[in-house]
């Protein structure tokens, strides 16, 4: 069964509409690539579905459990344990070495410093910059900081990994290699991805495509 589904999702901002009736379905362990102009709502969805948004009107279902019923703290709590986040940029916390970001969510989770960072060195050697363990995120590449972002997320063995435009400070030469390890290191560990992208070459790194327009969702079976 589905992993992820949201039914009838509205939201507005004062006057304006973000979401106007979306809906989304991800199975485990499936890359879905949210596509769209931007402006159309992407972000506000992806935002909705990870907990981070709440919805004004409609459903979100998570394993069985309805997000949008859930408390704050008991969402924080979810959204800790079971999700991974990659964002465009500036997600690393500067002062701490690239390990230590990567380990800092497993230390959040309660794991002890060693144990954390040894997990850390794994996911790092993973997503190859177990080369700029000890480097800040200010003396690495935009390439590397986002490969550290991308195993900070999967260092806690996540469900699902919310991705918004990861790829969209790098080059695409860059981009692609981001993707490409994003996507393996996602599905050797069974996460879901929900990437949200307006580039056709990153969506291409997705098993489905879910198009927003105006607030509206459709969902599109790859034509190959
Ligand atoms: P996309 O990710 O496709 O670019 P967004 O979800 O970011 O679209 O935005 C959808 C619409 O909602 C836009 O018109 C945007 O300006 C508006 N919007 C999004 N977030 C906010 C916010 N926090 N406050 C006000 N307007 C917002
Ligand atoms: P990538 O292919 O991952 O983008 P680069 O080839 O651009 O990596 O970078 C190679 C090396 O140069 C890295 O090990 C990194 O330490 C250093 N470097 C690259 N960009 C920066 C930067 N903006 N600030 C500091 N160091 C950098």
Sequence with gaps: GSLLTAHGLRKTYGPTTALDGAAFSIHPGEVVAVMGPSGSGKSTLLHCLAGIVRP?????????????????????????????????????VPELTCVEN???????????????????????????????????????????GQRVAVARALATSPRVIFADEPTGALDSLNGERVMELLTEAARSANAAVVLVTHETRVAAYSDREIVVRDGRSRDMERVV
């Design 102 to 144: 990567v380990a800092l969510p497993l230390r959040l989770n309660g794991a002890k410093r060693k144990e954390a960072e040894a997990t850390a060195r794994t996911w790092m050697e993973r997503l190859e910059v177990d080369d700029v363990t000890a480097k800040r995120p200010g003396e690495v590449s935009g390439g590397q």
């Design 56 to 92: 004004d009107e409609g459903t979100i279902t998570y394993d069985g459990r309805e997000l949008t019923a859930l408390r704050d703290a008991e969402l924080s709590a979810l959204r800790r344990s079971e999700f991974g986040f990659v964002f465009q940029f500036g997600q690393l």
